[in-house]
Antibody, heavy 121, light 111 residues
Framework: EVQLVESGGGLVQPGRSLRLSCTAS????????MSWVRQAPGKGLEWVGF??????????EYAASVKGRFTISRDDSKSIAYLQMNSLKTEDTAVYYC????????????WGQGTMVTVSS | QSVLTQPPSVSAAPGQKVTISCSGS????????VSWYQQLPGTAPKLLIY???KRPSGIPDRFSGSKSGTSATLGITGLQTGDEADYYC????????????FGGGTKLTVL
């Protein structure tokens, strides 16, 4: 079964760091770009960023709201994508979803169940 | 304020048809494929439509998508109470840098 499972969420104080993990199974992880999408309580979906597959350079792109603070990386040997979040702000409070890009053009076809991150003092 | 504009809510009776619009610009919808996502209450989003009008395996043909110029539309026929959910459109945007954008979401109520 194709599956994504996020972990690492929790309560963190403003200004601190947190790292989320997304563990994939059921497909060849290294063949796909992976994205992170978040959803603040009661709000809509917001794209956070993505990492291309190694075949496309493994490079990253980020939303303006997190650029310079968040870093996405991947370990294809473990089938894990990471979201390193630094200098967290209260407005980063959200459910964070990991998604797979493709195999279709321009679509997120597989989503994890999400992990909640609460930034509060 | 989302880059892609959707109506906040739509409603219709069971068995009826509803459409949800998604309006953008040449930097996003006008030059890229549109996808649609369904988010049932308390669950993760699910891909409904990709490449403007194609359905992944397992999505019933009651769901359809179309695109014209800088706008896209999701159609749902034969409405069921189980279709009550939030629906989001999404696509790439290249106005300033490469990034993905979602619509603000539309809450569908099946009366």
């Amino acid at each position: 079964e194709v599956q994504l499972v996020e972990s690492g969420g929790g309560l963190v104080q403003p200004g601190r760091s947190l790292r989320l993990s997304c563990t994939a199974s059921g497909f060849t992880f290294g063949d796909y770009a992976m994205s992170w999408v978040r959803q603040a309580p009661g709000k809509g979906l917001e794209w956070v960023g993505f990492i291309r597959s190694k075949a496309y350079g493994g490079t990253t792109e980020y939303a303006a709201s997190v650029k310079g603070r968040f870093t996405i990386s991947r370990d294809d040997s473990k089938s894990i994508a990471y979201l390193q979040m630094n200098s967290l702000k209260t407005e980063d409070t959200a459910v964070y979803y990991c998604t797979r890009d493709g195999p279709y053009n321009d679509a997120f076809d597989i989503w994890g169940q999400g992990t909640m991150v609460t930034v509060s003092s | 304020q989302s880059v892609l504009t959707q109506p906040p809510s739509v409603s219709a009776a069971p068995g009826q048809k509803v459409t949800i619009s998604c309006s953008g610009s040449s930097s996003n919808i006008g030059n890229n494929y549109v996808s649609w996502y369904q988010q049932l209450p308390g669950t993760a989003p699910k891909l409904l439509i990709y490449e403007n009008n194609k359905r992944p395996s397992g999505i019933p043909d009651r769901f359809s998508g179309s695109k014209s110029g800088t706008s896209a539309t999701l159609g749902i026929t034969g409405l069921q109470t189980g279709d009550e959910a939030d629906y989001y459109c999404g696509t790439w945007d290249s106005s300033l840098s490469v990034h993905w954008v979602f619509g603000g979401g539309t809450k569908l109520t099946v009366l």
